[in-house]
């Protein structure tokens, strides 16, 4: 058996050991009764975060907008849409937050501004202002169309004509979010000095959004059809995306930012990837480590719940990091439907069990530790753009946009007016008030998963082996720190299982169960979807 990870539990950065927690600050907290949560509602939520046991806060965009994609269209990167609150009300977060020792990390969408920014309103008044080159504007072809095939990844063409100016602007998701032209020095030095900005103020860090379209080929050819079965055509594009995402100069954009990164002390550069193919990860890290400290791993977040699928995954992962690179793991965020609901809700504390001993850095949703599900949007209620335009029986990404079920309370105790998307129905038995009165909820099984992890280096930071011959549908994975023997084993099946650990160990005793059961000896049995964490003697 191939063992994991053996560098040592000491000189170890902050990001390495730490659990994040992604807020959409729209749906956390409301502190003035608009119906969308805001910055002063993550400061009265602070100490709930404390007592969860999470080390690090990302928050989706906070900057001026006008929302036509929630935010991910940026008008302004160096300040704070009214709706939020103000600088000074993210300076009062910053020092609450830094007093509670917890960390706060911000979204950096660069790959494109919105349609309002003061740059694209400059660009677009002619065609040699100064700014025109920040955007990428092409001419029509000669019948008057797009100047190629290429598609927007909410769908129809990336192109949108502007009259005044007589030409097309390209757009990789909505029009209304244009791209800027990262082959310009000036667009590149602009939005460094906007991570500057925040990191100044003591950000501890950025996510950093849409990495891969950074960069379009300069041919602007056509994109080939895709491939019939392949992760493109899975996701509804006619098009395989060959000129317009991963440019072997992007990569070179993921280091220079890291540059700017390195110029304070301890932050963190985090990048959504977009790649479910944990071989394209490894580009990002860097050689040598000189790009993401954390390149979102979202494999997991795309595979089935089978327990062969998952050890194949992270194996192969672990199998090719490069030397002193980090691992880490996502299930869940803002673009994709709640775990609970698509691998079942008898799995979702098995999910957690998973995420939260595996070696690498776990990545929660707000929300997940209640265990919650997507919520049912009808049409005429749907905000998202994108689920706007899905066919019907897609729901976009509302469902699991939906307010924090804080109590019982008219609309969850998350506002005091209208709610901006409308609250689970069963809020008034799933909340966080009622799970911290139950010391068998999903919200304390959370807490106490988390508390293991900080309290035993074996988990945060132990040697890792996979264990075999315990039977099928079962995952069983040792973890190694510091004298620490642990033994965590989920059952993937709707079988009760028994399993004899005497050939690892003379004795064996619960930390944890997914089903809150008390087991000791070198026999256990496992109900179905049940998932133990055990200290091995």
């Known amino acids: 058996m191939k063992t994991y990870h053996l560098h040592g539990t000491h000189n170890l950065k902050w ?5 994040f927690y992604q807020i959409y600050p729209r749906s956390f907290q409301d502190s003035n009764g608009d119906g969308i949560g805001d910055l002063q509602g993550i400061i009265n939520r602070l100490d709930y975060l404390v007592d969860l046991g999470i080390n690090a806060i990302w928050i989706s965009p906070i900057f001026p907008s006008p929302m036509a994609d929630f935010g991910y269209d940026v008008a302004d990167y160096c300040d704070i849409h009214p709706m939020f609150g103000d600088l000074a009300t993210f300076d009062r977060l910053l020092d609450e937050a830094h007093a509670r020792n917890l960390k706060i990390i911000l979204d950096f969408v660069p790959n494109h501004s919105s349609n309002q920014h003061p740059w694209f ?23 008057g169309s797009p ?23 390209l757009h990789s998701f909505l029009p209304e979010q244009p791209d800027l032209n990262w082959r310009n020095p000036d667009v590149v030095n602009a939005m460094h000095n906007a991570l500057r900005f925040w990191l100044q103020r003591g950000v501890d860090g950025f996510r950093v959004d849409a990495i891969l379209c950074l960069i379009k080929h300069e041919s602007f050819q056509d994109n080939p059809p895709v491939t019939p079965g392949s992760y493109w055509e899975r996701w509804g594009h006619q098009f395989e995306p060959r000129y317009t995402v991963e440019q072997p100069e992007m990569f070179e954009h993921v280091r220079l930012m890291r540059r700017v990164f390195d110029e304070f002390e301890e932050r963190v550069h985090i990048g959504e990837t977009g790649t479910v193919d944990v071989a394209g990860l490894i580009p990002y890290y860097g050689r040598p480590l000189d790009g ?14 089978h327990a062969a699928t998952v050890r194949q995954i992270v194996e192969a992962y672990y199998d090719i990091l490069p030397a002193g690179g980090w691992p880490n793991f996502v299930f869940g965020n803002h673009d994709i439907h709640r775990f609970a609901t698509r691998y079942g809700y008898q799995n979702h504390r098995s999910v957690a069990m998973l995420l939260l001993t595996l070696w690498g850095i776990p990545t929660l949703y707000y929300g997940d530790e209640l265990g919650l ?29 939906t307010p924090m079920q804080w109590d019982s309370s008219p609309n969850a105790g998350f ?20 799970q911290l009165a139950d010391a068998h909820s999903t919200l304390n099984f959370y807490k106490t998963l988390i508390q293991l992890r900080r309290s035993r280096p074996a988990l945060h930071n132990g040697a890792f082996t996979f264990v075999d011959g315990l039977g099928d549908d079962l995952l069983a994975y040792r973890r190694e720190a510091d004298g620490q ?12 299982r028994t399993i004899d650990l005497s050939h690892l160990t003379s004795r064996a005793a619960t930390l944890l169960s997914t089903h809150f059961t008390q087991q000791s000896g070198t026999t256990f049995m496992l109900q179905p979807h049940e998932s133990i964490l055990l200290q091995l003697g």
């Open 373 to 401: 599900e997507d919520v049912f949007i009808p049409l005429a209620q749907r905000v998202d753009p994108w689920g706007i335009k899905m066919p019907e029986g897609d729901f976009g990404r509302d469902p699991e946009r």
């Open 292 to 305: 993401y400290d954390i390149p979102f791993n979202f494999k997991l977040l795309h595979a089935n719940w």
């Open 147 to 169: 100047p190629n095939n290429w598609i927007s990844m909410f769908g129809g063409p990336a192109w949108t004509w502007d009259a005044p100016t007589g030409q097309y602007y």
């Open 121 to 143: 309103l400059e660009s677009r008044t002619s065609r040699d202002n100064p700014k025109r080159d920040w955007y990428i504007w092409r001419d029509a072809k000669p019948d």
């Open 485 to 496: 023997r642990l033994l965590v084993c989920l059952n993937f099946g709707d079988q009760t």
């Open 15 to 19: 990001w390495q050991t730490a659990v």
């Open 415 to 434: 506002t005091s007016g209208q709610p901006w998307l409308p609250v689970a129905n069963d809020y008034a038995q799933r909340n966080v008030a009622s």
